[in-house]
Structures are given as structure tokens and as C-alpha cells.
């Protein structure tokens, strides 16, 4: 079997919501030497990002979006121990989470991983995060980079609210802002004062070093 008819098998358990295929082939995939981040992007994202069109355009239902979701996460679960090593001489500190109203998390997660392979020491709030609790955590934790994630067009405004909370409470500019989700872009983050912005996981890797550069 080629690498592209594994990753387009992975995809397709993605899409049919099948966590044992989807487990069982990320872990050949992995066995027959595709690499890790291939994997994530050729493959769990693309079924990800399929059932979503599929959602979207109404063939499948919430259920269908669910089981998706669980199946890819069975594929992160094989490639996780793989990309995140023990380092402790972290490069910086982020702390990240979703916005309140917002239960999205793949794709931050998929960002913590890979902050934390390039060595950055991460604290997760989760998801439905209130503006208020980003602060909190902020004074206590300290980062150098807080990390904002949202995915919902109804709840994209809690990015700004959460930076307009921020100046209030005097820590903008000590600590800077990334923010990323599905529909966020550029044009959005410099709306807001955002500090940075990344369309997917190795980008927001490069946009977290270039903010503490
Ligand atoms: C999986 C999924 C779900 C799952 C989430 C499970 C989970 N544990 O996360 C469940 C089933 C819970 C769900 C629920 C809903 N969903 Co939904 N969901 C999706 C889906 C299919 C995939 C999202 C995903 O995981 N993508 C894969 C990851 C890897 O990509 P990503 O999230 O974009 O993340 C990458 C980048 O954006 C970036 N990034 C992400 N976060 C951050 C943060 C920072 C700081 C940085 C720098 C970068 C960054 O890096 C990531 C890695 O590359 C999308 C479709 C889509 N195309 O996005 C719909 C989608 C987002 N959902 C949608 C909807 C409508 C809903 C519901 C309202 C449905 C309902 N009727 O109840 C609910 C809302 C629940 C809530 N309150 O949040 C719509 C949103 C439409 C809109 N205009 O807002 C979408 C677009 C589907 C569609 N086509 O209609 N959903």
C-alpha cells in the first residue's frame, strides 16, 4: 500500500467516524515511517475537515460531527507520546484555552502538542473558557504568550473581549496574544490587537518564537 492510500484510509475512517480503523491506521501509518505531523495534517485533519463540509452542506447531523471528532482523536492519542518529549528547559510559557461558548478543542490541542515539542510549557484551560479566567490564570501562571482559540462565528468576538480585558486590567503588552480558530484570520487579528495569528499548528509555532524574539 503507498503512503497516500494509508492517509486516504485514515481519512475515510474520520469520516465514517470508525475510531478502531482510525487507530489501527494511524498506527501503521506511523510503523511504515510517515511522519507524525504528515499524518496529523494528510490525513486526521483532512477526514476532520470533510465530515465539516459534510456537516455544512446538511448530509451529515450533530452525531456524525461527534463521532468524528472521537475518531480523530483516537488517531492524536497514537501520535502524541510520539511528538511531545520529556524537555524541560522550556523556550517560553503559553497559556491557551477556547473562548467561553465554545467547545472546540482538536485543533487547539493539536497547537499544545506542538508548542510543547518545540519546547514551550503549556498550561490548558480547556474549552468554554471565560474572558475573566484567561486573566486569572494569567496573573498566576505568568506566560509569555496567551494562546486563544475559537471556532464558532458567534463566538470569535470573545477574542476581542478577552483582549480589551487585558488592557483594562494593565497586562496588555506584557504578556502577548495568538489567536487561531477555523474562521480567524489575519484581517481579524490586527482588528482586534492581536499580537499574532496562525492558520494551523507548525505556523503557530513559528509565530510563538517570533513573539518572544
Ligand atoms: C469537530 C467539530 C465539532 C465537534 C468538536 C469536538 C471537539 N472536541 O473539539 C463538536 C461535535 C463538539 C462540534 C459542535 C458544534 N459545531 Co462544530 N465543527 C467541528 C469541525 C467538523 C472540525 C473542527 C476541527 O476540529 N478541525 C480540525 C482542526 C485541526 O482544525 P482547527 O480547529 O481549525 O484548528 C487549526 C487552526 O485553526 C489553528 N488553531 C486552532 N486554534 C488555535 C489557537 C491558536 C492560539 C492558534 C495560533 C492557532 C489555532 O491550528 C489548528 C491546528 O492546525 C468543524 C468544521 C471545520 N471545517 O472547522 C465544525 C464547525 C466549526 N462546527 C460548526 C457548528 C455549527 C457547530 C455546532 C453549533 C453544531 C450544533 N448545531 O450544535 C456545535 C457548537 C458547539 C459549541 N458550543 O462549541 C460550524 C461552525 C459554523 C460557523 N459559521 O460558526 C463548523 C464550521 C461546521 C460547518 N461546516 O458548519 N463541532
Redesign the pocket.
Known sequence: MTNEEILNTIIEGVKEGDEDKVFEWTNKAIATGIEPLVVINDGL?KG??A???L??NGTYF?PD??L??KA?DAGIKVIEPLMVDQKRDYVGRVL?GTVE????????N??IMMLKTAGFEVLDLGVDVPAKKFIEKAREFKPDII???A?????VGRQKEIIELLEEEGLKGKVKV???????NQNWANTIGAD??????SV?VD?AKRLLA
Not at 151 to 155: C, G, K, P, Q, R
Not at 196 to 201: K, Q
Request: net charge negative.
Open positions: 485533519t476532520i475537515q465530515v465539516g463540509t456537516f455544512g450533530l460531527l461527534l468524528g471528532a480523530m491557551m461558548g465554545d467547545l472546540h478543542e482538536i485543533g487547539k493539536i497547537v494562546g486563544i482559540s471556532l464558532l462565528t458567534t463566538t495568538m489567536i487561531g480558530g477555523a474562521p480567524i499574532g495569528y496562525a492558520e494551523d499548528a503557530a509565530v
